[in-house]
């Protein structure tokens, strides 16, 4: 039945409803009772002023008897029902229209249902993929282990005094650490769906960290910055492992290097100059691309217009990440290959610029390396990959990406045969 042949059926609710008989209706309605059963039985379309006069008497909106439920809400019945349930499809006007507050709880239900799946499958996907747990395991595993072979030598009895004392002095490091990486793993593990799970693993505290400063530290820029580093640290909410700490704490002081390297004031000149073109910004300032990158990303948003950064090591892990634009897509162990991030990762020394589409939004994403560690007799350079997001307006070919291997809509994709 289409919206307007179910006001009849609306206005029967209603006085259900209310309690009225179709009798007492009628005569408030000044409409026979015959006439009113037609209506009610969907044989004769009303409008006007007799549905102003059935309004009134039931004393509703006549919007609500000639609209019925909302789109929404007729949307969300026939979303609930998915694909099992096709031929029923074309009665959820009526249902949504004769009982609205069963059609309400349907329809929470369903979103509830959807949710719990949402959350289910996440904690899943970390537990299957995310290398933090799987660290966490691991630390906590090595300590217990430590700690046992320590008691066990104390245990003996056959130690001198001093060496006595430094098997104690390490039982209560070790202790200490595993304190810290249970409190870690628990907090993970008992995250409850519903919750905020902004702080879960060590590199969330830290974006969470950094989403929280929108990337930009007024106090790390000029002079001093670096002792103001462990300060901020210990302020923060969102920091609560050591190893979190840990990594803030280095990617602020590459803050602070790259303040140092490229203040503010410079920044601003060089913008004026030539604008948002990260290559041409390195060769005017005479600085590597990668603290162009790095630089533009921590601008405050009013000053640069939206700019994300995502920053991974040579596994794939996203070190730092500022998502822009929606395009919160690179999740660990499921994101799409497509990105040029992930070719400069295989190849340090490249620099890739493309545009690309996620949805209906384009950007120019600009990636490439930056050298961490340099290589040693004792171990190789380590190198980070980093890619810029720009906003991009202009026309050109663009490549097309997903949100992530779980959700991709490109069809063929030649990392489905690695």
């Given at each position: ?202 590199l969330e505290q830290v974006h969470a960290f950094f989403a929280a400063h929108t990337h930009h ?21 969102h920091l609560v492992s050591e190893p979190a700490r840990k990594i803030a704490q280095a990617l ?167």
């Amino acid at each position: 039945m289409d919206r307007v042949s179910m006001i009849g059926s609306r206005i029967r609710e209603r006085r259900v409803m209310a309690g009225m008989k179709q009798a007492d209706l009628a005569r408030s309605a000044g409409i026979s009772a015959s006439y009113l059963n037609l209506i009610e039985h969907n044989r004769r379309r009303i409008g006007g002023k007799t549905l102003n006069q059935i309004a009134d008497a039931l004393e509703v909106p006549a919007g609500l008897l000639a609209e019925g439920a909302e789109a929404a809400l007729v949307a969300s019945l026939r979303a609930a029902a998915g694909e099992g349930a096709e031929a029923e499809l074309d009665r959820a006007e009526e249902f949504a229209g004769r009982f609205p507050g069963w059609a309400e709880l349907v329809a929470d239900l369903a979103r509830q249902r959807d949710d719990l799946a949402k959350t289910v499958n996440a904690l899943a996907d970390r537990i299957a993929h995310d290398p933090e747990l799987a660290t966490s395991l691991h630390e906590v595993i090595t300590t217990v282990t430590a700690i046992r072979s320590t008691a066990s030598i104390l245990a003996d009895g056959s130690l001198e005094p001093q060496w006595q004392s430094r098997f104690h002095r390490n039982i209560n490091e070790d202790s200490v650490r595993l304190a810290s990486e249970a409190e870690a793993l628990v907090r993970y593990l008992e995250a409850a769906p519903g919750a905020e799970m902004a702080v879960l693993t060590p590199l969330e505290q830290v974006h969470a960290f950094f989403a929280a400063h929108t990337h930009h530290f007024s106090e790390l820029e000029g002079a001093g910055g670096s002792a103001r580093v462990a300060s901020l640290i210990a302020r923060s909410d969102h920091l609560v492992s050591e190893p979190a700490r840990k990594i803030a704490q280095a990617l602020l002081q590459q803050y602070v290097q790259d303040a140092r390297a490229l203040p503010m004031s410079e920044m601003r000149a060089a913008l004026d100059q030539v604008g948002l073109d990260a290559t041409r910004l390195a060769s005017i300032t005479a600085q590597p691309l990668a603290t162009i990158a790095r630089r533009l990303a921590s601008l405050p948003e009013d000053m640069a217009g939206p700019i994300g950064l995502f920053i991974s090591d040579p596994t794939g892990r996203m070190i730092l990440q500022k998502p822009v634009l929606g395009l919160d897509v690179m999740h660990s162990g499921s994101a799409c290959t497509h990105w040029p991030l992930y070719e400069v990762v295989a190849h340090p020394g490249q620099v890739v610029q493309r545009r690309v589409i996620l949805g209906d939004v384009r950007v120019l994403a600009l990636a490439m390396g930056h050298e961490v560690r340099p290589a040693s007799v004792h171990h190789p350079a380590l190198h980070h990959a980093q890619m810029l997001i720009l906003p991009d307006n202009g026309e050109g070919e663009a490549r097309r990406v997903a949100a992530s291997c779980a959700l991709c809509t490109l069809g063929a994709c030649e990392a489905e045969d690695r």
